[in-house]
Antibody, heavy 122, light 108 residues
Framework: EVQLVESGGGLVQPGRSLRLSCTAS????????MTWVRQAPGKGLEWVGF??????????KYAASVKGRFSISRDDSESVAYLQINSLKTEDTAVYYC?????????????WGQGTLVTVSS | DIQMTQSPSSLSASVGDRVTITCQAS??????LSWYQQKPGKAPKALIY???NLETGVSSRFSGSGSGTDFTFTISSLQPEDFATYYC??????????FGGGTKVENK
């Protein structure tokens, strides 16, 4: 079955760090860019960033709102994408989704994970 | 960044109604636009890509049109399972990806 499964969310104190994982199965992970999208409670969708496929140099791009604190990486041998979040702020509280898209990163998101909730609170 | 202005932000409709949602981009994005459906507590689901192409397995009552800056999403005959929130998304290759603010389709 083609799917994405996020993990690693939870309750975290402000200022701490967290690493989210997105484990893929059922398709050739290395052929795709992987993207993270978040959704704060009761709000709309916000693009966080992506990592391109190795064929496109594994290029990363980030939203201005998270640049410098968020980092996306990937391990093609394990079919996992990661989102490292540093210096967490209360406004980072959201459900974080990973998605799959075209190898260069700018495309439609035909496959989504179920999401993982990150709550930042003291 | 490209701003995506989606309207209306909510609408009330009945089963069988024709529903139309618009999305306006602040810059020309050619046809680099998708539409998504999201139900409460669930991940978004892609319905339309490249402005007018139906994702595999998606009902033909959903359709999209437009290019440049003005786009339209239509449900030809609203079904009970279509009550949800809909988002547009632009993916112009030279700009950060952005979503519209969403349109909640409610039962009248």
């Amino acid at each position: 079955e083609v799917q994405l499964v996020e993990s690693g969310g939870g309750l975290v104190q402000p200022g701490r760090s967290l690493r989210l994982s997105c484990t893929a199965s059922g398709f050739t992970f290395g052929d795709y860019a992987m993207t993270w999208v978040r959704q704060a409670p009761g709000k709309g969708l916000e693009w966080v960033g992506f990592i391109g496929s190795k064929a496109y140099g594994g290029t990363t791009k980030y939203a201005a709102s998270v640049k410098g604190r968020f980092s996306i990486s990937r391990d093609d041998s394990e079919s996992v994408a990661y989102l490292q979040i540093n210096s967490l702020k209360t406004e980072d509280t959201a459900v974080y989704y990973c998605t799959r898209t075209v190898p260069y990163g700018s495309g439609s998101y035909g496959l989504w994970g179920q999401g993982t909730l990150v709550t930042v609170s003291s | 960044d490209i701003q995506m202005t989606q309207s209306p932000s909510s609408l009330s409709a009945s089963v069988g109604d024709r529903v139309t949602i618009t999305c306006q981009a602040s810059q020309d994005i050619s046809n680099y636009l998708s539409w998504y459906q999201q139900k409460p507590g669930k991940a978004p689901k892609a319905l339309i890509y490249d402005a007018a192409n139906l994702e595999t397995g998606v009902s033909s009552r959903f359709s999209g049109s437009g290019s440049g800056t003005d786009f339209t999403f239509t449900i030809s005959s609203l079904q009970p399972e279509d009550f949800a929130t809909y988002y547009c998304q632009q993916y112009d290759n030279l700009r950060p990806i952005t979503f519209g603010g969403g349109t909640k389709v409610e039962n009248k």
